[in-house]
C-alpha cells in the first residue's frame, strides 16, 4: 500500500504521527481520557491492537496499556532523540503507534504509550 493511499484515508494531523512517526502533544488525544469497553483499532488497516481491558491511567498524557491484543504489534529499537526506546508500530501497515516502556503495572510491567491519532476506538455492544 502506498503512503498516498493512507493520505486519503487519515487526517494530515494523524498522516504525521501514523507514517511520520510524529508524536502528538500529551493530554490533547481523544483516548486519553476515554473508559468505554471496547478495542482500539489499527487506525490505517483496522486490524484490533488494544483492549480497553489493558488501558490503565499513566498520567503521562497519551492512551496507555499494560498489554497489546493478539500478535499484532511489532517492536523496533528507536535511537533517536538521544535515548534508546522501543517503538511500537502496527504489524500489518507499519503504522506507528508509540513506545512500550518496562514502567507498567502487573501483570505484564509493560506500559504500550500510544497516540490517540494511531487509533480508532470501538464500543463493545
Ligand atoms: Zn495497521
Not at 497519551?62 to 538521544?82: G, I, K, M, R
Not at 504489524?91 to 480508532?120: E, I, Q
Request: aromatic letters at 12%.
Amino acid at each position: 500500500m502506498s503512503q498516498d493511499h493512507y493520505k486519503d484515508k487519515l487526517s494530515p494531523e494523524a498522516y504525521a504521527v501514523c507514517r511520520l512517526a510524529a508524536t502528538e502533544r500529551p493530554f490533547t488525544g481523544k483516548y486519553n481520557d476515554h473508559w468505554l469497553e471496547g478495542n482500539y483499532h489499527c487506525a490505517c488497516c483496522e486490524r484490533p491492537l488494544f483492549s480497553s481491558a489493558t488501558k490503565f491511567n499513566a498520567g503521562c498524557g497519551w492512551p496507555s496499556f499494560y498489554d497489546c491484543l493478539d500478535d499484532n504489534v511489532a517492536y523496533l529499537e528507536d535511537l533517536t532523540h538521544n535515548m534508546v526506546r522501543v517503538e511500537i508500530q502496527c504489524k500489518h501497515c507499519d503504522s506507528h503507534l508509540g513506545h512500550v516502556f518496562d514502567d507498567g503495572p502487573a501483570p505484564t510491567g509493560k506500559r504500550y504509550c500510544v497516540n490517540s491519532l494511531s487509533l480508532v476506538f470501538e464500543q463493545e455492544l
